[in-house]
């Protein structure tokens, strides 16, 4: 449980709002396949067709659309030692499927922008589209958990589809979408 003073959260765990998940899906073709950091109660709202609820990054994730809503934490993990923390060893995994055609689309979510560039320092193919929202997302917090949602900036990051997709999805009066 982190009690980062900066993000003033008492929780590593926060689903994504439905607003924010429609974009997904449609800029993802209209269907998450495979939600890889996921709940059975999370998956109400995100409706993947298939959820990896536990040791994600042990698991295969092989699937035409995955959603990645990696959760924080410096846990470092023996297949991704070039990673320091949680969404580092996220961000090298989905990128590594990617890259290996077991994934045909993507899109990940940044908790922060301290983290979407230490992703692009880590793995930073030329073919990403980077969603801003131009407020922070209001997560939704899960079962049991009092505190408000976390106070920094966002960023989605898409991979595998057209920046004219996103932007129909993510209309710019409330996003700012930049290729990589």
Not at 17 to 33: F, K, N, Q, S, T
Not at 46 to 67: C, F, M, N, P, Q
Not at 75 to 102: C, G, L, M
Not at 115 to 143: A, C, G, K, M
């Amino acid at each position: 449980m982190s009690t980062n003073l900066r993000t003033q959260c008492l929780t590593d765990q926060w689903g994504t709002p439905d607003y924010i998940l429609e974009g997904i899906r449609g800029a993802l073709g209209g269907v998450i396949h495979l939600d890889v950091c996921s709940s059975w109660e999370v998956n109400k709202t995100v409706r993947a067709e298939r959820v990896i609820t536990a040791d994600s990054l042990d698991k295969y994730w092989g699937s035409h659309t995955v959603y990645c809503n990696p959760p924080s934490g410096k846990v470092r993990h023996p297949n991704y030692p070039n990673s320091k923390t949680n969404p580092q060893a996220f961000w090298e995994k989905i990128n590594q499927k990617y890259d290996e055609i077991d994934i045909d689309k993507y899109c990940y979510l940044c908790y922060n922008l301290d983290q979407l560039v230490t992703n692009l320092r880590i793995h930073n193919p030329n073919d990403l589209i980077i969603v801003l929202p131009h407020r922070r997302i209001r997560f939704i917090p899960l079962s049991g958990q009092k505190a408000g949602s976390p106070a920094h900036s966002n960023a989605l990051i898409f991979r595998g589809v057209s920046k004219d997709d996103v932007a129909y999805h993510f209309p710019k009066e409330q996003y700012s979408i930049l290729n990589n």
